[in-house]
């Protein structure tokens, strides 16, 4: 059924007139008068008289009249839910973070709202790297503020700045105190390992610098716990062994007893924060927010290099 047959008939009914009802929905009366025909042979029934000095319903037309107010009133509701939802997609940027990158990311919202209002942000919390590939590569997300690697075949990513590494040691142990700490300062503690699918470039770069030092730590696999995770802020606690990690661990607020968390002094002990997004992306909301990005991190410049997964190594 068109919807412009069912207007047609509220508006002639309404206005008992053709000609009134003409000028009502901004059209000629040959046409309006097709609109009723055609209704009435769909339907199979006569809904007007005519006469000298207009129409009048007939008695199925005015029992039809109020459920064909009905169906205008809802097909009006679903055409302005449509626009709002379109409206909304079509300025609504994606984003996944990764862990303990909300500063960063925050100052991307807070110059991509100053640059536009009409924007909206929908966040994300990302974790392992698989996964916010594949989100990105699918559409389900539309920028990654998050680490290597990034599938450099079908993504672009851009280097922002470097985080340090941090050890996650016992509160009781005397390397709490220090302001900073050496990769030869660990050497006796145990290693705490979490699950390398989670974070295979950080997991890596740990074991590569302790090679690099010369120094084979005693690793302590710990599937399911982490530095992200009171199970694992548990572990360190109960001095068990330390963690080599990037970022706040993933508790609110942060541990103020228990555990330190001290900076590695290394001067490789550090990862790459990138910001990730589609190749030949070309949603306006999307490169609109990419330039807010480069307002807050211009070092990073606009040429993008591809990320590439770090070697593989057995946990």
Excluded at 142 to 149: A, K, L, Q
């Amino acid at each position: 059924m068109d919807f412009r047959h069912v207007r047609a008939f509220i508006a002639v009914a309404e206005e008992s007139s053709v000609t009134k009802a003409a000028e009502r929905l901004h059209i000629s009366q040959p046409p309006l008068s097709r609109h009723i025909h055609q209704l009435e042979d769909e339907l199979g029934v006569k809904l007007f008289r005519r006469h000298r000095l207009g129409v009048t319903l007939t008695d199925v037309g005015r029992q039809l009249l109020e459920e064909a107010k009905v169906l205008d009133a809802a097909a009006s509701d679903f055409l302005e839910t449509a626009g709002t939802a379109t409206y909304e997609v079509a300025h609504t940027v994606r984003i996944g973070i990764g862990w303990g990158l909300w500063e960063p990311v925050h100052r991307v919202r807070m110059e991509s709202a100053r640059q536009s209002e009409r924007l909206t942000i929908d966040a994300t919390d990302v974790f392992c790297a698989d996964d916010y590939n594949e989100q990105l590569k699918s559409g389900a997300l539309d920028v990654i503020f998050g680490r290597p690697p990034f599938d450099g075949a079908a993504l672009n990513a851009a280097p922002l700045f470097h985080e340090r590494i941090m050890a996650a040691v016992s509160a009781e142990s005397p390397l709490a105190s220090r302001k900073s700490l050496q990769l030869r300062d660990l050497a006796g503690e145990a290693l705490l390992l979490w699950d390398r699918h989670l974070m295979p470039h950080v997991y890596d770069k740990v074991l590569d610098l302790y090679a690099k030092a010369g120094i084979t730590p005693k690793t302590i696999p710990t599937p399911g716990a982490g530095p992200h995770n009171h199970r694992g802020l548990m572990l360190v606690a109960s001095g068990q062994g330390a963690y080599l990690c990037i970022g706040i661990p993933l508790t609110s607020p942060q541990p103020t007893s228990g555990i330190a968390l001290v900076p590695m002094d290394d001067p490789d002990a550090t990862i790459e924060i990138c910001v990730a997004w589609r190749k030949n992306e070309t949603s306006p909301a999307v490169l609109q927010f990419m330039d807010a990005v480069w307002q807050v991190f211009p070092q990073a410049g606009r040429t993008p290099f591809s990320a590439t997964a770090p070697s593989r190594r057995a946990s």
